[in-house]
Nanobody
Framework: QVQLVESGGGLVQAGGSLRLSCAAAGRTFSSYSLAWFRQAPGKERDLVAA???????YYADSVKGRFTISRDNAKNTLYLQMNSLKPEDTAVYYC?????????????????WGQGTQVTVSA
C-alpha cells in the first residue's frame, strides 16, 4: 500500500495553468503505475492521464496537448501540469496508484487513492 496526498488545486481563469502534485509515502514508489482521474459533480470518475512505472504515458483525448503527467521517483511525487485550462476541466482531481508495470485505464483497477483536490476554471 502507498498513501497519497494531492495538492496544487485552486481557482484559475480559462487559459491559465495549474500544477498538481501527489506526494506518496512508501519505499516502493517506483514500482507503481500512477494516474490522475477527475470527477465533476454528477459525473463518473474519468481517467485524465496515466504513467507506467517505466515512464510510458497515456492521455485522454480531451487533455492531449494541454496536460503533462510526470513522476519523480527520487521525490516520491507525481505531477500533472495543466495548461490552457477550460471551464470543462473543472472537477475534483484524484491521484491513484497500482503496483503494476503498465498503467491501467479503469478506476476499479487502482487500489490506492488520494483524497482529491478541487480545480475550478472560470470562464
Amino acid at each position: 500500500q502507498v498513501q497519497l496526498v494531492e495538492s496544487g488545486g485552486g481557482l484559475v481563469q480559462a487559459g491559465g495553468s495549474l500544477r498538481l502534485s501527489c506526494a506518496a509515502a512508501g519505499r516502493t514508489f517506483s514500482s507503481y503505475s500512477l494516474a490522475w482521474f477527475r470527477q465533476a459533480p454528477g459525473k463518473e470518475r474519468d481517467l485524465v492521464a496515466a504513467i507506467s512505472s517505466g515512464g510510458s504515458t497515456y492521455y485522454a483525448d480531451s487533455v492531449k496537448g494541454r496536460f503533462t503527467i510526470s513522476r519523480d521517483n527520487a521525490k516520491n511525487t507525481l505531477y500533472l501540469q495543466m495548461n490552457s485550462l477550460k471551464p470543462e476541466d473543472t472537477a475534483v482531481y484524484y491521484c491513484a496508484a497500482v503496483r503494476t508495470y503498465f498503467y491501467r485505464r479503469r478506476s476499479s483497477e487502482y487500489d490506492n487513492w488520494g483524497q482529491g483536490t478541487q480545480v475550478t476554471v472560470s470562464a
